[in-house]
Structures are given as structure tokens and as C-alpha cells.
């Protein structure tokens, strides 16, 4: 059983270091997170989740951890991060914290120790070749660093080397199954850090790359989705109340796992970006070629591609936990890359109508635009999607108050986007996403686990329906009006642009968006 709070669960991630700095460092902390729970609150979230915010060399963001369980300096200590859990707790917020199983950091001391000659409690806690003249092909590995005689493998950047969670099939001798003594270990210690950490009083984890940790895995990924029954089977148990939100992108594997949560994340030519994102782009996140995602009001497409890919998925999931949307996330560039603000308001009521728990990245509420930065901390084409947060006109656009040098630099131009001004104008696309949360929280049809069946989706038609328990909802995303046959009497609860229903038909204007509930 998932954790109760999941049924009417919507999320809000928070980038720590852009969020919001209280102490004039450049850099946002958890007292500046503290300080704004109850703007998170006001959009309709009730939950967070936050980036890694452990001690770190950030050479990837955070994303290479030195210690699990210490609180990074610039975000302020242990304790500020308790607060954190407390104050969110009073506002009915839960907060999720990442947790990055697969490797740690270079300097974390595990590796230290792991590194040298002499054997040590921690030389198998990663994954080493018998010598250095010995690669891990074809893993990504590392030669001629240690003392130790040996290659250590890697698990993303070259400061990431891999956690060993063993191999599928084994067939080297340095190679261990998932179930050897080295790897039983690692998961504990994995294990050892989530109860440190709920026990604090988080609400969960969000778990980066939570599909890779068993190395040349089998066809199904079955070896990682052992390793997670392992650690999270008697974690549910003991805390009935946690959440985990994987970052896989096959909740078929991802809830198996034990996951209650896993993302549709982005990539080129898959179904979340057809809709969406659907452009070529520079390596460095400069977009370069029209979209022809669904959304884009001229692209002329369908969301034949969307539910080729999410169909199967979903339908194989549905009683297993969740499979979420997101506006976007700190990898990925701002859904305002490729959309303009009129065609992002009907993505949004596309998200915040369909069943998951949605997520919204820090900053999409504004429509913030995708800068183009050079890279910070290991960002590289991320950097634009992870600029300041902008709260009001005044210094730093009200992000920091330093006189000096920001973590990234804020957006100058003095009409960019802030609360402060979108706060005022009911017509914001801040006041717009708070209404489609409001919607959903009003109506249960639309709940995160309510039933999802589409209605109407023909290829070449730029229409897209779906029934949510008894609620119709219908979009046009096109410019020419559009025409939908009803099974019913229905009336309007939510819309877009100018959409008629009349003697059994809707009628969507351009950009049309409605959700119909059922005249009784
Ligand atoms: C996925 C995270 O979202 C990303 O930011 C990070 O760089 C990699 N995993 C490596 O941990």
C-alpha cells in the first residue's frame, strides 16, 4: 500500500541552489526554502521535491555526494533541514529529499578507502577490475588513478564512480551477483541512509538513476528491481507513510521495484516529448528547429506517438502506483523552449488533468523563459533551466541579496517574469496553474489514481479527449475550430478559449481546452 498522501498528491520541485538565498552568499539555502512554504502552498502543492542537499564537491550539482549525511555548508546544517521537515509539516506540505544510490562522489571517504592498497571494509563497496591493465568494457571505467591496482568503474561524470550492487550474471571474478556479500552491503548502507533520513521526518525520496544500479543487468532490469524489493519492502513496512518517486521512465519495472512513483521523462522521440518538445537543439540547449510537438499550435500533429508510448505503460501500471507528468525538471529545458505562453496554458491543463501525480519545476508557474548560460557545476546544457527563481522587480530580481556574484546570474531584462507582478494580474500564468490545481483538488474524477480511458484520438486529428471517472476532457491545441461528438449531456467546468456544446456536439475553438462534467 502507497502512502496515504499520494491520492491527492501535487508536486513542486525546488532547485536549492537558485531558489532563494536568505543569507547574501549567491547561493539559495533551506532557510530561504523555509521562508517561501507558504508560496509553495499557495499554488495548491502539497509536496516538494528538493535536489540533493548533501555535503558535496559539486562537481554534478550535488548529484556526487560526499556525505549522505550532512547537510552541504551552503545550504545551512542538519538541523536547518529538520526545520525544513517541521515547517513544511505545519503548512500540510511533505517534502521529498533525492537520494543518489548508484555512486557517490570521488571524495566521499567510502571511496577514499576503497582506493587503497590494503584491503579495507569499503575496497568492494565499489566496482574494481583485478588490474589496472584490466578494463571494465564495456562499462565505463577508470585506469591508473589508485594506488590499488585496478580499474574502478563509473557511473555518470568522471567524479561518479559506481556503488556496487553486483552484476546480473557475473562473469569476470572480479564481477559479484546481487546477492554477494559486497553488494548485500551497499544496499544497507543505501538502505541505512533513506531510515537515517525519514527518520529525521522527510516524507520520502525522489532516487536518481534508480534503474542502473546492477551493472550488465538482464532484459527487464530484473537484477535492479531485486536489489530495490530488497531495500525498499521493509522500508514500506516500517514507514508506511514514505514515498519514492524513481527516476527510470518504466514504471512497469520502476513499481515492480517497489516504487510508487515512477516519471515519464523526456527524450528525443519519445512520447512525453512529442508533445512538448519536439525540436532539434544545440548541444549546449539552444533549440533550432521549429516544434512539431503536439502542443505547438502550427505543428499539425496528433498524440498518436504520445499514446503509443504511454498506453502500454499505463495500462500495465494503473494498480501499481503512479505514473507522473512533469512540466519539466532541472535536466531537461524549460517547457517554454519550445512553447509559446498560449500553447504552454493548454500543456499545462493537459498535465494537470491526467492521471499521476504531476510535478512542477520550480519557476514553471511563471513560464520562465530557458536561458542561455554557460555551464555551472557540471550543468552544461541543464544550466538554462536552473537560472534564480524570479520573486519580485527589485535586486537580483528578489532571489539574493548579495552585492556580489550569483550562484547563476538572473534574468535582466526588466520585463522578465516575477510572482510579484504575476501575483497581481489574474490573468498570470501563475493565477492559471493555480486554478487547473484547484480544479484538480476539487474534483476527484481527476484525482491521481482516478480512472483514465481515452475517448477520442484519431490519427491526423489534432483533437485529444479522455474520459477521468465521469469527466470529459477535450482539447484542440490547432488553430482551426474542431468538432467532438458527445455520449452525453454535458456542461463546463474548465476552459480555454471559446468551445460551444450543442445538440450532442463540442465544438472546440482554436487553442480550445474543456473539461465537461455530465448533466444529471
Ligand atoms: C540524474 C540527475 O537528475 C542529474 O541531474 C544527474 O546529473 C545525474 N542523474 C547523475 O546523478
Redesign the pocket.
Given at each position: 500500500m502507497a502512502a496515504s498522501w499520494l491520492k491527492h498528491a501535487v508536486f513542486y520541485e525546488i532547485y536549492p541552489q537558485t531558489f532563494y538565498d536568505t543569507n547574501a552568499d549567491g547561493i539559495g539555502d533551506l532557510q530561504g526554502i523555509i521562508e517561501k512554504l507558504p508560496y509553495v502552498k499557495s499554488l495548491g502543492c502539497n509536496a516538494i521535491w528538493m535536489n540533493p542537499c548533501f555535503d558535496s564537491p559539486f562537481k554534478?550539482?550535488g548529484?556526487d555526494v560526499r556525505n549522505y549525511y550532512k547537510v552541504a555548508e551552503r545550504y545551512g546544517t542538519n538541523d536547518d533541514l529538520v526545520r525544513l521537515f517541521d515547517e513544511a509539516h505545519k503548512l500540510g506540505l511533505k517534502i521529498l529529499l533525492d537520494l543518489?544510490p548508484?555512486?557517490t562522489s570521488e571524495e566521499h571517504e567510502w571511496f577514499q578507502a576503497s582506493k587503497q592498497i590494503e584491503k579495507n571494509e569499503y575496497s568492494s563497496r565499489y566496482i574494481w577490475t583485478k588490474s589496472v591493465f584490466e578494463g571494465a568494457q564495456p562499462l565505463p571505467f577508470i585506469a591508473g588513478e589508485a594506488e590499488r591496482n585496478g580499474c574502478y568503474v563509473l557511473?555518470?561524470?568522471k567524479c561518479?564512480p559506481a556503488l556496487n550492487y553486483g552484476f546480473y550474471q557475473p562473469t569476470e571474478s572480479w564481477q559479484e551477483g546481487v546477492d554477494g556479500p559486497n553488494a548485500v552491503k551497499t544496499r544497507q548502507a543505501m538502505a541505512d541512509v533513506i531510515r537515517f533520513w525519514l527518520e529525521k521526518g522527510a516524507d520520502g525520496f525522489r532516487v536518481?538513476?534508480a534503474d542502473s544500479l546492477v551493472k550488465l543487468d538482464g532484459p527487464n532490469k530484473e537484477g535492479t528491481v531485486h536489489v530495490w524489493q530488497e531495500i525498499l519492502g521493509p522500508i514500506h513496512e516500517e514507514y508506511p507513510e514514505a514515498a519514492f518517486v524513481s527516476?527510470w521512465n518504466n514504471p512497469s519495472q520502476a513499481l515492480r521495484a517497489g516504487f510508487d512513483m515512477d516519471f515519464f521523462l523526456e527524450w528525443r522521440g519519445n512520447g512525453y516529448s512529442t508533445m512538448m518538445r519536439d525540436f532539434d537543439e544545440t548541444p549546449d540547449g539552444e533549440v533550432i528547429s521549429p516544434n512539431g510537438g503536439y502542443f505547438a499550435k502550427h505543428s499539425g500533429s496528433d498524440v498518436s506517438r504520445f499514446l503509443a508510448d504511454y498506453m502500454p505503460k499505463y495500462e500495465d501500471t494503473k494498480d501499481l502506483g503512479l505514473y507522473c507528468l512533469i512540466t519539466c525538471?532541472?535536466?531537461m529545458l524549460r517547457p517554454t523552449a519550445g512553447l509559446s505562453e498560449d500553447e504552454l496554458r493548454l500543456a499545462y491543463a493537459w498535465i494537470y488533468t491526467m492521471p499521476g501525480a504531476p510535478f512542477l519545476y520550480f519557476g514553471d508557474e511563471l513560464a520562465l523563459r530557458q536561458r542561455l548560460l554557460k555551464t555551472k557545476e557540471?550543468s552544461y546544457r541543464?544550466t538554462g533551466a536552473r537560472a534564480p527563481m524570479q520573486w519580485n522587480a527589485g535586486k537580483n530580481k528578489g532571489f539574493s541579496d548579495t552585492d556580489g556574484e550569483l550562484y547563476l546570474p538572473v534574468d535582466d531584462d526588466p520585463n522578465a517574469h516575477t510572482v510579484e507582478a504575476q501575483e497581481k494580474d489574474p490573468g498570470s500564468m501563475l493565477n492559471f496553474v493555480r486554478s487547473l490545481i484547484a480544479l484538480r483538488q476539487a474534483n476527484p474524477d481527476l484525482g491521481n489514481y482516478s480512472p483514465f480511458e481515452v475517448y477520442s484520438a484519431e490519427e491526423g486529428s489534432r483533437v485529444f479527449a479522455y474520459k477521468r471517472g465521469e469527466l470529459l476532457v477535450a482539447m484542440n491545441p490547432g488553430v482551426e475550430a474542431e468538432e467532438l461528438m458527445l455520449d452525453g449531456a454535458y456542461e463546463s467546468i474548465f476552459a480555454l478559449g471559446v468551445n460551444v456544446v450543442r445538440d450532442g456536439k463540442l465544438t472546440l475553438g482554436a487553442q480550445g481546452f474543456v473539461v465537461l462534467r455530465p448533466i444529471a
Amino acid at each position: 500500500m502507497a502512502a496515504s498522501w499520494l491520492k491527492h498528491a501535487v508536486f513542486y520541485e525546488i532547485y536549492p541552489q537558485t531558489f532563494y538565498d536568505t543569507n547574501a552568499d549567491g547561493i539559495g539555502d533551506l532557510q530561504g526554502i523555509i521562508e517561501k512554504l507558504p508560496y509553495v502552498k499557495s499554488l495548491g502543492c502539497n509536496a516538494i521535491w528538493m535536489n540533493p542537499c548533501f555535503d558535496s564537491p559539486f562537481k554534478d550539482g550535488g548529484y556526487d555526494v560526499r556525505n549522505y549525511y550532512k547537510v552541504a555548508e551552503r545550504y545551512g546544517t542538519n538541523d536547518d533541514l529538520v526545520r525544513l521537515f517541521d515547517e513544511a509539516h505545519k503548512l500540510g506540505l511533505k517534502i521529498l529529499l533525492d537520494l543518489v544510490p548508484g555512486h557517490t562522489s570521488e571524495e566521499h571517504e567510502w571511496f577514499q578507502a576503497s582506493k587503497q592498497i590494503e584491503k579495507n571494509e569499503y575496497s568492494s563497496r565499489y566496482i574494481w577490475t583485478k588490474s589496472v591493465f584490466e578494463g571494465a568494457q564495456p562499462l565505463p571505467f577508470i585506469a591508473g588513478e589508485a594506488e590499488r591496482n585496478g580499474c574502478y568503474v563509473l557511473n555518470y561524470f568522471k567524479c561518479q564512480p559506481a556503488l556496487n550492487y553486483g552484476f546480473y550474471q557475473p562473469t569476470e571474478s572480479w564481477q559479484e551477483g546481487v546477492d554477494g556479500p559486497n553488494a548485500v552491503k551497499t544496499r544497507q548502507a543505501m538502505a541505512d541512509v533513506i531510515r537515517f533520513w525519514l527518520e529525521k521526518g522527510a516524507d520520502g525520496f525522489r532516487v536518481d538513476m534508480a534503474d542502473s544500479l546492477v551493472k550488465l543487468d538482464g532484459p527487464n532490469k530484473e537484477g535492479t528491481v531485486h536489489v530495490w524489493q530488497e531495500i525498499l519492502g521493509p522500508i514500506h513496512e516500517e514507514y508506511p507513510e514514505a514515498a519514492f518517486v524513481s527516476e527510470w521512465n518504466n514504471p512497469s519495472q520502476a513499481l515492480r521495484a517497489g516504487f510508487d512513483m515512477d516519471f515519464f521523462l523526456e527524450w528525443r522521440g519519445n512520447g512525453y516529448s512529442t508533445m512538448m518538445r519536439d525540436f532539434d537543439e544545440t548541444p549546449d540547449g539552444e533549440v533550432i528547429s521549429p516544434n512539431g510537438g503536439y502542443f505547438a499550435k502550427h505543428s499539425g500533429s496528433d498524440v498518436s506517438r504520445f499514446l503509443a508510448d504511454y498506453m502500454p505503460k499505463y495500462e500495465d501500471t494503473k494498480d501499481l502506483g503512479l505514473y507522473c507528468l512533469i512540466t519539466c525538471n532541472h535536466d531537461m529545458l524549460r517547457p517554454t523552449a519550445g512553447l509559446s505562453e498560449d500553447e504552454l496554458r493548454l500543456a499545462y491543463a493537459w498535465i494537470y488533468t491526467m492521471p499521476g501525480a504531476p510535478f512542477l519545476y520550480f519557476g514553471d508557474e511563471l513560464a520562465l523563459r530557458q536561458r542561455l548560460l554557460k555551464t555551472k557545476e557540471g550543468s552544461y546544457r541543464r544550466t538554462g533551466a536552473r537560472a534564480p527563481m524570479q520573486w519580485n522587480a527589485g535586486k537580483n530580481k528578489g532571489f539574493s541579496d548579495t552585492d556580489g556574484e550569483l550562484y547563476l546570474p538572473v534574468d535582466d531584462d526588466p520585463n522578465a517574469h516575477t510572482v510579484e507582478a504575476q501575483e497581481k494580474d489574474p490573468g498570470s500564468m501563475l493565477n492559471f496553474v493555480r486554478s487547473l490545481i484547484a480544479l484538480r483538488q476539487a474534483n476527484p474524477d481527476l484525482g491521481n489514481y482516478s480512472p483514465f480511458e481515452v475517448y477520442s484520438a484519431e490519427e491526423g486529428s489534432r483533437v485529444f479527449a479522455y474520459k477521468r471517472g465521469e469527466l470529459l476532457v477535450a482539447m484542440n491545441p490547432g488553430v482551426e475550430a474542431e468538432e467532438l461528438m458527445l455520449d452525453g449531456a454535458y456542461e463546463s467546468i474548465f476552459a480555454l478559449g471559446v468551445n460551444v456544446v450543442r445538440d450532442g456536439k463540442l465544438t472546440l475553438g482554436a487553442q480550445g481546452f474543456v473539461v465537461l462534467r455530465p448533466i444529471a
